[in-house]
T-cell receptor, first 113, second 114 residues
Framework: GENVEQHPSTLSVQEGDSAVIKCTYSDSASNYFPWYKQELGKRPQLIIDIRSNVGEKKDQRIAVTLNKTAKHFSLHITETQPEDSAVYFCAAFLANYGQNFVFGPGTRLSVLP | KAGVTQTPRYLIKTRGQQVTLSCSPISGHRSVSWYQQTPGQGLQFLFEYFSETQRNKGNFPGRFSGRQFSNSRSEMNVSTLELGDSALYLC?????????????FGPGTRLTVL
């Protein structure tokens, strides 16, 4: 079936460094790609999203890029802080297969002080 | 505006029993989706309800069912519980159905099956 791959599964960075998480999707008709942050014991929270008619979107230290041709999108976090430590999930809305969201397996980001 | 709420927050059941979980969406949101989250399988889509109708369904057995009421509140039922049903069940609400609509998650119901 349709799936979303996400890499890396774990990522450790020093405080102040940048972190990049990459996702690939298989449904070429996917048109909406949100990113969620889930802290331990808490609910997933949307941190940024991008639609298929946009190549890049930025919100302060967080940015997302989308390459429709290659069918991949990436999350970029600059000037990381310890409070950025969490599990990050990417997702793609499948327009052709059941009209639902498929999530990547998650990336555990640890920001070391 | 109040966020998405789920009840109960924790449940312990035994194999063979059934369980009903409840989700109250953000006021004005008409779409409610349910997800199962486990360490091994991640977040998996169960089904979506919009205007009291099931719009989409994931790849789960028929033991998993749901419904939505006229006030958009949704319930999810799991019958004949199995050990593998132990998971965090999350619901998410959005204004409308379909892509491009931001989903807001509830805190989840942690179900443990013994």
């Amino acid at each position: 079936g349709e799936n979303v791959e996400q890499h890396p599964s774990t990522l450790s960075v020093q405080e102040g460094d940048s972190a990049v998480i990459k996702c690939t999707y298989s449904d070429s008709a996917s048109n909406y790609f949100p990113w969620y942050k889930q802290e331990l014991g808490k609910r997933p929270q949307l941190i940024i999203d991008i639609r298929s008619n946009v190549g890049e979107k930025k919100d302060q230290r967080i940015a997302v890029t989308l390459n429709k041709t290659a069918k991949h999108f990436s999350l970029h976090i600059t000037e990381t802080q310890p409070e950025d430590s969490a599990v990050y999930f990417c997702a793609a809305f499948l327009a052709n297969y059941g009209q639902n969201f498929v999530f990547g397996p998650g990336t555990r980001l640890s920001v070391l002080p | 505006k109040a966020g998405v709420t789920q009840t109960p927050r924790y449940l312990i059941k035994t194999r063979g029993q059934q369980v009903t979980l409840s989700c109250s969406p953000i006021s004005g949101h008409r779409s409610v989706s349910w997800y199962q989250q486990t360490p091994g399988q991640g977040l998996q889509f169960l089904f979506e309800y919009f205007s009291e109708t099931q719009r989409n369904k994931g790849n789960f057995p028929g033991r998993f069912s749901g419904r939505q009421f006229s006030n958009s509140r949704s319930e999810m039922n799991v019958s004949t519980l199995e050990l593998g049903d132990s998971a965090l069940y999350l619901c998410a609400s959005s204004l409308q159905s379909g892509g491009g609509n931001e989903q807001f998650f509830g805190p989840g119901t942690r179900l443990t099956v013994l």
